[in-house]
């Protein structure tokens, strides 16, 4: 259901910008947001857009350096990552929070993309 991508290696400083779509059965897409896990860390929060960014929330460690957006037309948001730090490294998980129409009941269900690594080093 979600697939992302653009993950990779980048120099200290440097720029990424991370895609993650929505496909199948979607009424509509309440919630899309990202998460990171670096290595013997938990799971952390980076950035929200809700109800097609009207509200957009930020981790405090990368407000200023990051930017979420989304494209309801095609079902996808973005992240888009500058000024990255060593410490940015983390596998970046998408999550979406998806209102489906499912044997005759509207209701909305939570789904995770799989990780795409980021790499910030030199």
């Known amino acids: 259901q979600l697939q992302a991508s653009g993950g990779g290696l980048v120099q200290p400083g440097g720029s990424l910008r991370l895609s993650c779509t929505a496909s199948?059965?979607?009424?509509?897409?309440?919630?899309m947001g990202w998460y990171r896990q670096a290595p013997g860390k938990q799971r952390e929060l980076v950035a929200i857009?809700?109800?097609?960014?009207?509200?957009?929330n930020y981790v405090d460690s990368v407000k200023g350096r990051f930017t979420i957006s989304s494209d309801n037309a095609k079902n996808t948001v973005y992240l888009h990552m500058n000024s990255l730090k060593p410490e940015d490294t983390a596998d970046y998980y998408c999550?979406?929070?998806?209102?489906?129409?499912?044997?005759?009941?509207?209701?909305?269900?939570?789904?995770w993309g799989q990780g795409t690594q980021v790499t910030v080093s030199s």
């Open positions: 199948g059965n979607i009424l509509s897409i309440p919630a």
């Open positions: 857009s809700v109800n097609g960014d009207s509200t957009r």
């Open positions: 999550h979406a929070q998806i209102v489906q129409r499912v044997d005759g009941m509207t209701s909305a269900f939570a789904y």
